[in-house]
């Protein structure tokens, strides 16, 4: 019975020590970013015995239980690419060397502390660079977000000096609706306007305005909407090169973009285009529907031939070109495409989108933050550097857009606090000392009664 005593206490001594090396841990990392507490759970030591009248001592075994799920506070801060997550769910990073290194490791974290590396790379005190699916000039990401392979690391600064090319024009304007129909002095048939007759200067325009779209290489050319009334709620419409010799040198005239006839409803809402240049098609959707004819820029400097989508706004609605009598004017447009200055900063919304801030004014969203979540986040394995990787018990991950399937959103300017209460872990140590050395009178009670058995 002594020896199973000596045994208890020695038990005891193996727990305390490692729950006093839990507390150290805990308080060394009072002031880590994203630091999760770990604490000591004991659970009993019984040796099984059928005897009633006999008691047979076990001990004690500490279990280190981190509470990962637990959300510390979120503490502002000036930078831009300082980050928290406001609920559940964790940053996905790779441990890597470098940022384009294959042999990095898939890892998660809550430590938001990124800040740019000499390449331009975020990455967090730890080293782990933060991943996130990159935005395409048409603002989509990958389809499949599930797949670890489409994430990047995230790079702002290397869109330096870039260019993307215009692929869509949105266009709201209005057609005098009382302008005298013009059906002589063209070049088709019996004099009448046909395609062409603005372009050429054939026929004086009713209405021009001059819209600037971007080639690949980032250059600017103008191209000039012209319209002029042709008959009852009927225009012709025509875009073309402010420069001729710019752009679609080879069309005749040189310079047409397209060319066609706007028809509108008779309460001055867009009811259909019949296009006649490129592509003869009539375009005369239900109402409700866009109407938006393709049409191919071919730049004579060398750039990529681009297809240019131009909105001419919905069937019988009249958020895009209209007809009422008032002055004909463009009210708005909006012309994707630019060529980017230097990069001057980096803001991250809270649906983790990060967008680039460039010198010229301009901006451009260029990444998309996943959150990583799992069924027991408890359960992950702890990892250096304040990370996590996945165990059996966490369960599989699953990869969502912040505020979505049970994810938190970003806190952007903003970093997580260390849960880990100062004043519960300093009373904590208080009492793991105290039974500490409790389980040290405990062999020391043994000791002597072994030596009084030795003695009789």
């Known amino acids: ?184 002095g063209g070049s088709g048939v019996g004099g009448v306007v046909a395609q062409g007759d603005l372009a050429d200067g054939t026929i004086a325009p009713d209405f021009a305005q001059t819209i600037t779209v971007f080639d690949s290489q980032g250059s600017s050319q103008g191209l000039t909407l012209a319209a002029v009334k042709t008959g009852t709620n009927t225009f012709r419409f025509e875009i073309f090169a402010q420069d001729p010799t710019a752009i679609n040198v080879a069309e005749t005239p040189p310079g047409l973009v397209m060319s066609g006839e706007i028809n509108f409803n008779s309460d001055g809402s867009l009811a259909s285009f019949n296009q006649e240049f490129p592509n003869a098609v009539l375009i005369n959707p239900a109402n409700g529907q866009q109407i938006s004819p393709t049409a191919n820029l071919n730049f004579a400097g060398g750039a990529s031939t681009e297809t240019v989508t131009f909105n001419f706004g919905r069937a019988g609605d009249n958020d895009g070109i209209t007809q009422f009598d008032s002055t004909s004017t463009l009210i708005s447009s909006n012309v994707n495409g630019a060529v980017f200055g230097n990069v001057i900063g980096t803001n991250i919304s809270e649906d983790g989108v990060v967008t680039a801030l460039f010198d010229n004014g301009l901006s451009r969203d260029v990444f998309q933050l996943p959150v990583a979540t799992f069924p027991n986040p408890d359960g992950l394995t702890r990892l250096q550097g304040n990370a996590f990787g996945v165990s059996d018990n966490s369960g599989n991950f699953s990869v969502v857009l912040p505020g979505t399937g049970g994810a938190g959103t970003i806190a952007p300017s903003t970093l997580e606090a260390s849960t880990v209460d100062l004043a519960e872990e300093f009373a904590d140590l208080i009492v793991t000392q105290r039974s500490f050395s409790a389980s040290t009178r405990i062999i020391s009670a043994a000791d002597e009664v072994l030596e009084e058995l030795v003695r009789i």
């Open 1 to 184: 019975m002594a020896f199973a005593a000596l045994s208890s206490g020695v038990s005891g001594l193996t727990a305390f020590t490692e729950g006093i090396g839990i507390i150290s841990d805990n308080i060394v990392n009072v002031n880590t970013v994203g630091y999760k507490e770990t604490r000591s759970r004991f659970t009993t030591l019984v040796t099984e015995t059928q005897s009633t009248t006999r008691f047979s001592p076990g001990g004690v075994a500490a279990r280190a239980q981190t509470l990962i799920s637990e959300q510390g506070l979120l503490r502002s801060t000036a930078s831009q690419t300082d980050l928290g997550v406001d609920g559940a769910g964790f940053f996905v990073v790779r441990a890597a060397p470098s940022a384009n290194s294959p042999d990095g490791e898939i890892q998660f974290t809550r430590a938001g502390n990124f800040t740019p590396d000499s390449a331009g790379f975020l990455k967090n005190t730890a080293g782990n660079f933060l991943l996130g699916f990159p935005i395409d000039s048409q603002g989509n990401i990958p389809t499949n977000i599930g797949d670890l392979n489409t994430l990047e690391p995230i790079n702002v600064s290397g869109l330096t000096g870039t260019a993307e090319a215009t692929s869509e024009v949105s266009l709201r304007a209005n057609l005098q609706s009382s302008l005298t129909a013009t059906t002589t």
